[in-house]
């Protein structure tokens, strides 16, 4: 296994076009989370999913992000009408829950936006 | 509501101790994490601990947790070079499962 796999590593793109990142997580990890992190920030939670089912999106999730885990692998975040607000580095982590103790998230590179 | 703070900068001379702290507000908080993100990377886990615990040491690094106070410290015994990275102190909880992260604190290594 290769671990979390991000993809595009970098997208840039012009307000108002649609956007979508890809992640596939680690094969054995049945939670798979998104975050979001800008410029001097810590990684701030966007939704997380447990198999496919989603089971938490963020308050601060605007109607244009949507994400879908349809057969409880990989993952996808989709940005409708991008703002420039929405440059950011889209984190993706998963993790096998408490199984072990603690709910260690093993992440990704991350998929960098960039809005015109 | 959960907050994760931390101090945003921290500077040390190579071979000292570094000391990062972090300040939650969660008190039902099961874990907490230390992460190190360096330049270009993603998030790599350093380490945890478990909230029923006040210490864990792990090498270089040790772990304090005052749960009175919601107070969190990672300590880096003989800092490197190449700790030179921002660090991020996380919170979890059983109920949601989520993991919320502070804005981080980077450590910059003096010579």
């Known amino acids: 296994d290769t671990g979390v796999s991000q993809d595009p590593r970098h997208k840039i793109t012009k307000r108002g076009q649609n956007v979508t990142f890809r992640c596939d997580p680690i094969?054995?990890?049945?939670?798979l989370y998104w975050y979001r992190q800008t410029l001097g920030q810590g990684p701030e939670f966007l939704t997380y999913?447990?198999?496919?089912?989603?089971?938490?999106k963020s308050r601060l999730l605007s109607d244009r992000f949507s994400a879908e885990r349809p057969k409880g692998s990989f993952s996808t975040l989709e940005i409708q009408r991008t703002e420039q607000g929405d440059s950011a580095m889209y984190l993706c982590?998963?993790?096998?829950?408490?199984?072990?103790?603690?709910?260690?998230?093993?992440f990704g590179a991350g998929s960098r936006l960039t809005v015109l | 509501g959960e907050d994760v703070e931390q101090s945003l900068f921290l500077s040390v001379r190579e071979g000292d101790s570094s000391v990062i702290n972090c300040t939650y507000t969660?008190?039902?908080?099961?874990?907490l994490y230390w992460y190190k993100q360096e330049p270009g990377a993603g998030l790599q886990l350093l380490t945890y601990?478990?909230?029923?615990?006040d210490m864990k040491q792990d090498q270089r690094l040790t772990v304090l947790l005052n749960k009175k106070d919601k107070h969190l410290s990672l300590r880096i015994a003989d800092t490197q070079t190449g700790d030179s990275a921002i660090y991020f102190c996380?919170?979890?909880?059983?109920?949601?499962?989520?993991?919320?992260f502070g804005k981080g604190t980077r450590l910059h290594i003096l010579p």
């Open positions: 094969s054995e990890h049945n939670r």
């Open positions: 969660d008190s039902s908080s099961t874990y």
């Open positions: 999913f447990q198999n496919e089912a989603q089971l938490e």
């Open positions: 601990i478990f909230s029923n615990m």
């Open positions: 996380a919170e979890s909880t059983p109920v949601d499962d989520k993991i919320i």
């Open positions: 982590a998963s993790s096998p829950g408490y199984t072990s103790g603690a709910n260690v998230l093993t």
